[in-house]
């Protein structure tokens, strides 16, 4: 059996479906819930068993998961735990004394905040009216407090051209990295998708100006775009470096391996974009159980090394000899296949943009 981590090392817990704004990108949507919300004594019990399988990153989500109203309960049961934990959240919600109570835990969070353009119209378009304020403000706070704020942006045709002027804020408050991924084909961002797609000439000038910011800020762009942006770097150089999947085969990430996601009804899937592909459910078995035992899960880790010649979508890519593979997420839940690549997708769509050319099969340059 491909090898994996016989305990996941980071779980997403997913602790409320319930959330204050209606994102066009979301990967998530109402019918991808098959049951209630768990109730608070079963997310505790859930942090118990994740305590006592040895995890060793917790990350809460939703949902806006400060819209639990016990949600400092289930802070307060992590504080009792060896754990480290992430708070994903929007930020609208934060107030002074959310921000004063996070600050005066014993393990602060990494908070990951949502963060989609740099003008009011952009993100509130996006995100819902107002967003645009409440989540300034909710920065503020958190960073007023010396909280460490990680701000997230989906990066689409709707605020791609915003992309300086975020990166912009994002510096002006001190903020050293900018977490950047385009939207997935998952949940209510896929019913948007035609809305949110980048045409090839607005690719070409996201990746350009993403070069800039590169070149300009080491490292302050991280997160997929970032890999995408060096990805297009490589083929407009006709260069890659060593180290890179030369062999063409699927290379997925941690999830399903290393990393798993708890939804808010207990639905145990492989990361917060493949609610289509459900593994069991923590009411019904242990998680231990559901991730050493799930057929689902061991499909999943002897699909890792599939030459990307048998993967659909990816069998007639020219460039698939560079490629690491696509993120399976959006391709599964396309095509029910584990791995599949969305149509799509983004490094097909940078490659198109050199479809000129033709890349060697090893090290080398485009000739």
């Known amino acids: 059996m491909t090898e994996f981590m016989s305990v996941p090392t980071k779980v997403t817990l997913m602790i409320t479906r319930r959330c204050n704004l209606r994102c066009l990108h979301c990967g998530s949507s109402p019918e991808q819930f098959l049951r209630e919300d768990m109730t608070t004594n079963e997310i505790l019990g859930v942090i118990d068993e994740l305590a006592r399988c040895g995890v060793f990153r917790i990350s809460?989500?939703?949902g806006e998961p400060l819209m639990h109203p016990d949600f400092f309960t289930i802070v307060d049961a992590i504080m009792q735990k060896p754990m480290s934990w992430q708070l994903d959240t929007n930020a609208t919600l934060v107030t002074d004394e959310i921000g004063e109570r996070l600050?005066?835990?014993p393990r602060q969070p990494l908070v990951s905040v949502s963060f989609d353009g740099a003008t009011a119209a952009t993100h509130d378009r996006i995100r819902g009216p107002g967003s645009f304020a409440a989540v300034k403000r909710g920065i503020a706070i958190l960073t007023a407090v010396g909280l460490r704020v990680r701000p997230f942006m989906v990066l689409n045709r709707l605020n791609y051209h915003e992309l300086p002027g975020v990166v912009e804020f994002i510096q002006s408050i001190n903020i050293e990295t900018l977490n950047v991924t385009p939207p997935s084909s998952c949940g209510r961002?896929?019913?948007h998708a035609s809305e949110m797609r980048l045409s090839s000439t607005e690719l070409r000038e996201a990746l350009e100006v993403s070069l800039q910011i590169a070149d300009a800020y080491p490292g302050f762009l991280t997160g997929p775009w970032s890999q995408l942006t060096e990805f297009y770097r490589a083929l407009q150089q006709g260069t890659w470096a060593?180290?890179?999947n030369v062999d063409g085969t699927f290379q997925n990430c941690g999830a399903g391996r290393g990393s798993v996601t708890i939804a808010s009804d207990?639905?145990?899937?492989?990361c917060d974009l493949s609610y289509s592909c459900q593994a069991?459910?923590?009411r019904d078995q242990s998680l231990l159980d559901i991730w050493r035992h799930s057929p689902v899960f061991k499909a999943i880790r002897a699909a890792r090394g599939t030459p990307l010649s048998e993967v659909p979508g990816c069998q007639e890519c020219p460039r698939r000899q560079v490629c690491l593979g696509p993120c399976p997420a959006g391709g599964h839940a396309l095509t029910g296949h584990w791995p599949a690549a969305e149509p799509?997708?983004?490094k097909k769509a940078i490659?198109?943009?050199f479809q000129s050319e033709t890349l060697m099969s090893g090290y080398g340059k485009v000739p």
Not at 266 to 270: E, N, Q, S, W, Y
């Open 60 to 62: 809460i989500s939703g």
């Open 103 to 105: 600050h005066q835990l």
């Open 189 to 191: 961002a896929g019913q």
């Open 242 to 244: 060593p180290g890179q």
């Open 266 to 270: 207990g639905t145990v899937v492989p």
């Open 280 to 282: 069991g459910n923590v």
């Open 344 to 346: 799509s997708c983004m």
């Open 351 to 353: 490659g198109d943009l």
